[in-house]
C-alpha cells in the first residue's frame, strides 16, 4: 500500500494540559522503541476533527469538510501516515509514535523513537 508521510505540528514544547485540550488521543499497546516494554499508552495526535474521547485502533477518524489534513481535514484515499506522541510508563521516554490511517481508520501505531528525533517526519 502507498502511504503518503505528512508531518503535522505536534508542538514540542506543549505541555500535557494543552496537548490534551487539542489533539485527539489513542488508547493502544506499544512496545517501547527504548525499554522494550510493552504497556497501554495514550498517543496524543492531531488528524481529524478534534474530539474528547479516546479512540482505539479500528476506530473511525470523523473529519472536517473543506479543510486540509492540517486543518482536520480527510487526507487523500482516507489514508496516511502521521506522527503521534506517547510517554512509556516504564522508562518514561517521550516516544515518536507512527500512525497508520487507511480506509479513514486508525489501522497501526508502532513506537519508533525518541519523539522529534527519529528523522521519519520532517
Ligand atoms: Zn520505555
Do not use: K, Y
Not at 525499554?35 to 476533527?49: D, M, N, R
Request: hydrophobic residues 40%; contains cysteine.
Amino acid at each position: 500500500m502507498l502511504e503518503m508521510m505528512v508531518v503535522l505540528p505536534v508542538d514540542h514544547e506543549a505541555d500535557a494540559e494543552q496537548l490534551e485540550q487539542r489533539f485527539n488521543r489513542l488508547n493502544v499497546e506499544l512496545q517501547c522503541s527504548e525499554c522494550w516494554g510493552i504497556s497501554h499508552q495514550q498517543v496524543v495526535f492531531a488528524l481529524g476533527v478534534r474530539r474528547r474521547e479516546v479512540f482505539r485502533l479500528g476506530d473511525t477518524l470523523e473529519w472536517a469538510e473543506n479543510r486540509s489534513l492540517l486543518g482536520g481535514g480527510r487526507p487523500a484515499n482516507g489514508a496516511c501516515v502521521v506522527e503521534g506522541r506517547a510517554e512509556c510508563r516504564g522508562c518514561g521516554a517521550a516516544l515518536s509514535v507512527s500512525l497508520h490511517v487507511s480506509g479513514d481508520r486508525l489501522q497501526r501505531a508502532r513506537a519508533l523513537g525518541l519523539f522529534g528525533q527519529t528523522g521519519c517526519f520532517q
